[in-house]
T-cell receptor, first 116, second 117 residues
Framework: DSGVTQTPKHLITATGQRVTLRCSPR?????VYWYQQSLDQGLQFLIQ???????AKGNILERFSAQQFPDLHSELNLSSLELGDSALYFC???????????????FGPGTRLTVL | AQTVTQSQPEMSVQEAETVTLSCTYD???????LFWYKQPPSRQMILVIR??????QNATENRFSVNFQKAAKSFSLKISDSQLGDAAMYFC??????????????FGTGTRLQVFP
């Protein structure tokens, strides 16, 4: 158990809908990352938050957005869902990416999203 | 841009034997971090081992060790005394040390390891 929690574990929805994925980082971790794992794209970085602020963006679609709340949990919002958005969405956390010892990212169990 | 290549889509090993998974990467940076993550059928991503590029000594974690060749940009994972529980997908990942840029992990495409009794 990495200490990172994600809910829900599974999500099945229809095209055009909107869903919210939730992540709670390890206790003490300030940074949260979101990754998407799909069959054709592999593991792709979406976005990173550090202590409530957006720190880096990857290939995140405009239909996707995220935020990190004062208690450091994060939510990933996916809207206008398409079949191709079906994937495993991981959240990871690290202590402080600006410190050498805090660079390791620990992953949650993932949320499997199926868009029908 | 940095890239990570895992040229072995699948590998197999017999229980108690040793297997080596390959990973090469491309970067113009001199300082960075490298990781191996394991993804068993449960799909959980589990950190296996990490290596700082500025350290010449190869990292070791119990039965797992790496062969880090910085000049060749190679980072292979050796699993000794393989166990059935080692069967999983293994991902090699790169992270820049330039924290002001991005801390994202760049992953290879993975190697599926099968362990036979």
């Amino acid at each position: 158990d990495s200490g990172v929690t994600q809910t829900p574990k599974h999500l099945i929805t229809a095209t055009g809908q909107r869903v919210t994925l939730r992540c709670s980082p390890r206790s003490g971790d300030l940074s949260v990352y979101w990754y998407q794992q799909s069959l054709d794209q592999g593991l792709q970085f979406l976005i990173q938050y550090y202590n409530g602020e957006e720190r880096a963006k990857g290939n995140i679609l405009e239909r996707f957005s995220a935020q990190q709340f004062p208690d450091l949990h994060s939510e990933l919002n996916l809207s206008s869902l398409e079949l191709g958005d079906s994937a495993l969405y991981f959240c990871a956390s690290s202590t402080d990416p600006t410190a050498g010892v805090g660079d390791t990212q620990y992953f949650g169990p993932g949320t499997r999203l199926t868009v029908l | 841009a940095q890239t990570v290549t895992q040229s072995q889509p699948e590998m197999s090993v017999q229980e108690a034997e040793t297997v080596t998974l390959s990973c090469t990467y491309d970067t113009s940076e001199s300082d960075y971090y490298l990781f191996w993550y394991k993804q068993p059928p449960s799909r959980q991503m589990i950190l296996v081992i990490r290596q700082e590029a500025y350290k010449q000594q190869n990292a070791t974690e119990n039965r797992f060790s790496v062969n880090f060749q910085k000049a060749a940009k190679s980072f292979s994972l050796k699993i000794s005394d393989s166990q059935l529980g080692d069967a999983a997908m293994y991902f090699c990942a790169y992270r820049s040390s330039r924290s002001y840029n991005t801390d994202k992990l760049i992953f290879g495409t993975g190697t599926r390891l099968q362990v036979f009794p």
